[in-house]
């Protein structure tokens, strides 16, 4: 290979690196820490929410109230809660350390608990349209044996 | 008054005062630091599918992330944020001190602008249910806006 070869091989690879790094940068998802925070997040609008329905149906109902609550628990948990545990978030902090266990990465019953807690969000959100406070509040026991469920399992005492 | 009335007057009002310390316990609502950190965290959730969107738009388009994407985000829109901004919370720290500056309590400009905010976020929702690429483009556009438009006048900066 004569000197003007080498360097345009060079050259040419140089690039080659050069756009393909570019490329990934341009692909890379969110950071670990920012998919953590927005995981703490997703959880504690969550937490608002079932809250807003325990007071409804311990106190005065106001069907209005528990229906955007059940909505918003809805479209949550349908939102694909499950990329926010990418590859990466094992470990590090969002607004504070996870406290996520390392099995949740691992084992499978974590996304069987997943899919329940999906599929109780949805009848709860159904409940709440029919208006029966009822059958919302016994609705609203099985969505959060679905949270300790998964909490009992997979997350470390804070 | 007797030594006996005066005694029963005394338990009485000392009965009655705790009767309704206890009543006014339970009728509380959440601290205002957790009124903060629900709201933080929500617009975090907001920004996670915000996100998701803009990605699809200017990228490979998935109609189903980009639906539940877009439903996260109206139902949220819907589910009475303003109540995270009840009175004693224009100071404080959720998960970290609020930047909201105090005339959002009070201008009611801030009202308008949310219920433009569920507009558009309610016909984003629409527009990706109907897997209109070009037009959930145009529309995220509109959504975040009106978040800017927020921004802008009632936000301090970071």
């Not at 690879?13 to 820490?33: F, N, V």
């Not at 409804?56 to 990329?83: F, M, P, R, T």
């Not at 807690?117 to 406070?133: M, Q, V, Y």
Request: charged content about 25%; proline content about 3%; overall charge positive.
């Amino acid at each position: 290979m004569n000197k003007h070869i080498r360097c345009a091989t060079a050259l040419a690879l140089t690039l080659g690196t050069l756009i393909a790094s570019t490329s990934a940068l341009a692909q890379q998802g969110p950071k670990p820490e920012q998919l953590i925070k927005w995981r703490q997040s997703a959880y504690q609008v969550l937490a608002w929410n079932t809250g807003r329905i325990k007071a409804n149906v311990e106190g005065q109902y106001n069907k209005d109230e528990v229906v955007k609550a059940a909505n918003a628990i809805a479209a949550i948990a349908n939102s694909g809660l499950g990329s926010l545990f990418a590859p990466g978030t094992e470990t590090g902090k969002g607004w504070k350390e996870t406290t996520v266990k390392p099995e949740l990465f691992t084992d499978k019953k974590a996304g069987e608990i997943a899919g329940q807690f999906n599929k109780e969000a949805n009848e709860l959100a159904r409940l709440a349209s029919a208006g029966d406070a009822a059958a919302v509040k016994v609705q609203l026991g099985k969505l959060q044996g679905t949270c300790k469920a998964c909490h009992d399992d997979f997350r470390k005492k804070d």
